[in-house]
């Protein structure tokens, strides 16, 4: 995949290109790095912040044969193969925040942002939108965002070669995606829980039915979060942001 990786300029979101490059046929690990994303898209209907030359703001177009619901099994995935990509490049001590947030000293250092297409046959191809804050200084980020993320270069105390470290990247995701196809969850889970920072955490979590709270104590079979609560109750969450408390 890594030799499959385009770079582009300037562009509104790489996952636009990346859609594009999917709906014309592109294979599986078809991979877009933009300098700069104008409209850079966050989970959330966010923004992205996505200066230029800064960060890695990459696209990568999946085909998995599977059902809708597993959808989101594909983030913990990346989550592990971006995490691992990063440990090994700079040596950053990233963690995961459930589901796929990678955080160093608790600020926020990368989000994936996996977008599905379904047609009359199912799940047409996936969007893995991956933004690995790079090569921001302070002063690159406005001053909301100052105190709840940070970059490679903030915590290794050295600039990364985006584009190495955009192909370790891919290679990773393409290890963990097979093995992802070709033994599910199980192994990904067990990785996951091992770079996690939600594990054995006590976290919070807004529901329709309410605010919930509890200890994280490890990923169910379909990958959701499981909550012990004060009781004892045992709560798989599937979807949501979590607060660690
Ligand atoms: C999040 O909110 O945590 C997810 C952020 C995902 C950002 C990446 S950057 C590359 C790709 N293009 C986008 O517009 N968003 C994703």
Redesign the pocket.
Known sequence: WAERLQRLNTV?????E?KLLAEKGAPEGTAV??EE?T??????G?K?H?PKGK?????VVLRPAIPLQSTPQLTLLAGVAVCSAIRKMTGVEAGIKWP??LLARGR?L????LESSFGPGGLQYC?A????SANLSEEDYPIELREIATSLLIEGGMPVDRGELAKEVLRELKYHYGLYMDQGLEPIAHLWEEQSVTLGRRIGLKTPQGWLEGTAIGLGEDGGLLLREENGTVTSVCTGEIVLI
């Open positions: 509104a979101s790489t996952q636009e990346a790095m933009a994303q409209g850079g898209r966050g989970t959330r966010r992205w996505s960060g890695i703001w990459m696209s796929n947030d926020k990368c989000g994936i942002l969007i939108g991956i933004g690995i």
